[in-house]
């Protein structure tokens, strides 16, 4: 099967149980020698659901070289034909998305409703987005010189090669299929490395791809941890990285060591400003779903709230009231929460809240783990009476926690806003359009949505990334494939002379006149130039140089 070496056990609901093995053949990796493993449990039961064989430092290389063989072809098939693939693999995904569903559910906890609302509806949409979007982004852009016009210049995009997209846990299909879309359409192959939290996502998918019939070898995946995602750098062309800003230093360190190119996706501890004017009732209801979706484990996610003093009770209560009516619970039932995806994150957000409360902070709704579970599920909590020497209000929680302070005017939101390490998203509230947008361009994030949240990770043809430590690089749009490409620059002359005028040989008469020239071409207005041609004795010849660099 399309994991490798691996046994899954047979677990509810899902109710598959896949062929084990000690050796097996499959599409993505070969043949795969047995060593460690790693077990995959339901974050929201505490059940065993898989376990699954570890790809070595040999399996990391040996799927590198195939890849390279499998993308030699790939890169010669036009856009249409790339592109009538992945519509291929859309319509597996909505065939299976039931299964799909039950996969997801079981190795992160989330509800089915974050499935099909999220993972699955942004895998679809990007398909679509990139089948009809990238032959415009990556086509030869015609260039045209400001001087040179003798010249016909271009710039072309070619295929990196060997892409490989190491993700995290909270969107084990958006963060690993979707970012391999573009590269794939872009002419690469692309080997995953998920995370050893949720591995069984990217597997499914990529089998559904090659039952599409991508090409044996072109999309793989490796499971594994820390040591297979080094052995991806040390061999990959290009590292696509999505998670923490300390692991995302590590791999640019690793992958500087080969001056290969990296785009990081890292931590973000986004804003949201609400000012006295705006319309509460939606700003709360947007406050809410934007710090709470998949337990607040989102990179772009709410994480701190600043609220103007006349407007700040009146949110309060209505983000309370909101959050204490959420449900949560297992996939299976109808709820808004469902568990985090490891105790370590659990542990990690019930640090900061026992922090944020000794420095002095108070608890109006959640704050504790959800009694009588056998999961990983924390309450939703809203803090409040925080400040911002606080690590609950400068460090990334990632957790289902709402911070909110009052300030007295903007200009402390937006100060308090942009004390911060990181720069991903941010969100304002307000009325007054004017203001919201001149709020926008002070505000030190990579995007800011003005009475919504989120919602530009869902807009594809625009760029989308972060600024400070929240990363290097965009997706989406022309940047979100072009950063999986070699760009090259090609220069064409028109004129076919036997020989350019600054070629050898050198002359002292030749000399003379690319110093006068000087002159007549760079000097600050059409009068100073003038003045150049009077003082030299040689000033039709002068120009006769002029003429030939701007011709047309």
Not at 196 to 205: H, I, K, V
Not at 383 to 393: A, Q, R
Not at 498 to 523: A, D, N, V, Y
């Amino acid at each position: 099967m399309s994991s490798g070496i691996f046994l899954f056990l047979l677990f509810s609901p899902i109710q598959y149980r896949y062929p084990s093995h000690d050796v097996i053949r499959n599409p993505f990796h070969g043949i795969l020698r047995v060593k460690d493993k790693i077990e995959v449990r339901n974050p929201a039961s505490g059940e065993r659901v898989a376990e699954l064989d570890v790809a070595t430092a040999e399996d990391v290389v040996a799927a590198v070289t195939r890849a390279r063989k499998a993308q030699l072809l790939w890169k010669e098939k036009d856009f249409k034909e790339r592109a009538g693939l992945f519509y291929r693999f859309r319509d597996l995904l909505l065939d299976h998305q039931e299964k799909i569903a039950d996969i997801v559910t079981a190795e992160t906890g989330k509800p089915r409703a974050e499935v099909y609302g999220a993972e699955l509806f942004y895998l679809c949409d990007a398909i679509g987005f990139w089948a009809k979007s990238s032959q415009r982004f990556l086509k030869p852009e015609k260039i045209r010189p400001h001087l040179l016009k003798t010249k016909k210049v271009f710039s072309t995009y070619n295929p990196i090669g060997v892409v490989g997209i190491i993700s995290p846990w909270n969107f084990p299909l958006v963060l690993t299929l979707g970012d391999a879309i573009p590269a794939l359409m872009a002419g690469n192959a692309v080997i995953i490395k998920p995370s050893e939290l949720t591995p069984l996502s990217a597997l499914f998918g990529a089998e559904l791809a090659v039952q599409a019939g991508l090409p044996e070898n072109l999309l793989q995946v490796v499971v594994g941890g820390s040591t297979t995602a080094e052995m991806l750098i040390d061999h990959a062309d290009m590292i696509s990285f999505t998670g923490s800003v300390e692991t995302g230093q590590k791999v640019m360190a690793r992958a500087a060591q080969r001056l290969i190119p990296v785009s990081l996706e890292l931590g973000g501890k986004d804003p949201m400003i609400v000012l006295k004017d705006a319309d509460l009732k939606r700003a709360a209801n947007a406050c809410v779903c934007g710090a709470l979706m998949n337990s607040g484990q989102v990179c772009t996610s709410i994480e701190r709230v600043y609220v103007e003093e006349p407007a700040y009770d009146d949110f309060v209560k209505r983000v309370v009231d909101k959050v204490k009516s959420l449900r949560q619970g297992s996939s299976q039932d109808e709820v808004e929460l469902g568990s985090m995806s490891s105790l370590e994150q659990l542990e990690r957000v019930e640090c900061q809240v026992e922090k944020a409360v000794n420095g002095g902070a108070r608890i109006l709704a959640g704050g504790r783990r959800k009694p009588n579970s056998k999961g990983f599920y924390y309450e939703p909590t809203v803090m409040v009476d925080v400040n911002h020497d606080m690590e609950i209000m400068r460090e990334e929680t990632f957790g289902p926690v709402i911070p909110i302070m009052k300030v007295t005017d903007r200009e402390e939101a937006l100060r308090l806003a942009n004390d911060c390490r990181y720069g991903l998203d941010s969100s304002i509230f307000t009325r007054d359009s004017k203001a919201g947008w001149k709020m926008a361009e002070r505000i030190e994030a990579g995007s800011v949505c003005i009475n919504d949240c989120m919602v530009n990770f869902i807009i594809p043809e625009v760029p989308m990334g972060g600024i400070k430590q929240s990363g290097i690089g965009r997706r989406h749009g022309a940047e979100g494939i072009r950063k999986y490409c070699r760009q090259k620059t090609v220069v064409i002359d028109r004129l076919g002379l036997e020989s350019e005028f600054t070629w050898f040989p050198m002359s002292k008469r030749k000399t003379e006149f690319l110093r006068k020239g000087l002159g007549l071409l760079f000097r600050s207005g059409w009068r100073d130039r003038l003045r150049t041609l009077k003082r030299e004795h040689h000033a039709s010849e002068i120009v006769a140089i002029g003429r030939k660099f701007s011709k047309d």
